[in-house]
C-alpha cells in the first residue's frame, strides 16, 4: 500500500461536537482527497487539494471543511457534527498524471 | 457534473466462469476510467484503468472495454476464482490520471463467487 495512513481510525462523538479527521502521506504526490463511503452511495467526492493551501469543493462538500498546510498532511473538519455525517471516511492521494490509491479508512460514529 | 451508473448492483457466478460489470457514465469530456477492488472493512484497491484513447486493456484475467461513442465501459474477469468475491467499483474523471477533480463513483457490484 502506498504511504497513507489516517488518523484516528474509530471515533466515536456527539452531535454538535466538532471533529477533525488527518491524512498524512510519505509519497509527497500533489493531490489529496477525501470521500465517504455510506451503504448504498458508493463513495464520493467531499474535498480535494491540489497543492499546499490550494482546496476545493466536491460533490458533497456542505458541513465540511479542509486544509492542508503541509504536502504531507490533509485534514478535514467536520465544524458541528450530524448524525448525517456517520460514514466511513478514505482519503487518497495521486500524484500528477497518476492513479489515486486509498488510505485505510476512519469509521465515525456521531451519535 | 459527471454521473456513472453501474450494473447490476449484485452478481452471482460459478467459480470458473467469466464475470462481467458494465457502467456508463454521462460527462463526454471524462477521459480515465478507474476499477477498484474493495473487500469487507478494507480500503479500495485499484485493480486496473483505462484512458480514453485506449479501447481495451487486459491484465492477466482481467480486462477492461471503453466505448466513448456510447459512454460506457466493462469489467470483464475471466476464469473466477473464490478470492474474487468482493464489491468492485467503476470510476470516472477529467483530469488525467487521478484528476485534479476527483474521481465519481458507481454505487458498486458485490461479486460472489459459488464454488
Known amino acids: 500500500d502506498a504511504g497513507i495512513t489516517q488518523s484516528p481510525r474509530h471515533k466515536v462523538t456527539e452531535t454538535g461536537t466538532p471533529v477533525t479527521l488527518r491524512c498524512h502521506q510519505t509519497?509527497?504526490?500533489?493531490?489529496m482527497y477525501w470521500y465517504r463511503q455510506d451503504p448504498g452511495h458508493g463513495l464520493r467526492l467531499i474535498h480535494y487539494s491540489y497543492g499546499v493551501k490550494d482546496t476545493d469543493k466536491g460533490e458533497v462538500s456542505d458541513g465540511y471543511s479542509v486544509s492542508r498546510s503541509k504536502t504531507e498532511d490533509f485534514l478535514l473538519t467536520l465544524e458541528s457534527a450530524t448524525s448525517s455525517q456517520t460514514s466511513v471516511y478514505f482519503c487518497?492521494?495521486?500524484?500528477?498524471?497518476?492513479?489515486?490509491?486509498f488510505g485505510p479508512g476512519t469509521r465515525l460514529t456521531v451519535t | 457534473g459527471e454521473n456513472v451508473e453501474q450494473h447490476p448492483s449484485t452478481l452471482s457466478v460459478q467459480e470458473g466462469d467469466s464475470a462481467v460489470i458494465k457502467c456508463t457514465y454521462s460527462?463526454?469530456?471524462?477521459?480515465?476510467f478507474p476499477w477498484y477492488k474493495q473487500e469487507l472493512g478494507k480500503r479500495p484497491q485499484l485493480i486496473i484503468d483505462?484512458?480514453?484513447?485506449?479501447g481495451e486493456k487486459k491484465d492477466q484475467r482481467i480486462a477492461v472495454t471503453l466505448n466513448k461513442t456510447a459512454k460506457h465501459f466493462s469489467l470483464h474477469i475471466t476464469e473466477t476464482q473464490p478470492e474474487d468475491s468482493a464489491v468492485y467499483f467503476c470510476a470516472a474523471s477529467r483530469g488525467s490520471g487521478g484528476g485534479a477533480d476527483g474521481l465519481t463513483f458507481g454505487k458498486g457490484t458485490h461479486l460472489i463467487i459459488q464454488p
Open positions: 483505462i484512458r480514453s484513447n485506449v
Open positions: 460527462d463526454s469530456a471524462s477521459n480515465y
Open positions: 509519497e509527497n504526490h500533489r493531490y
Open positions: 487518497a492521494i495521486s500524484a500528477e498524471g497518476n492513479e489515486q490509491y
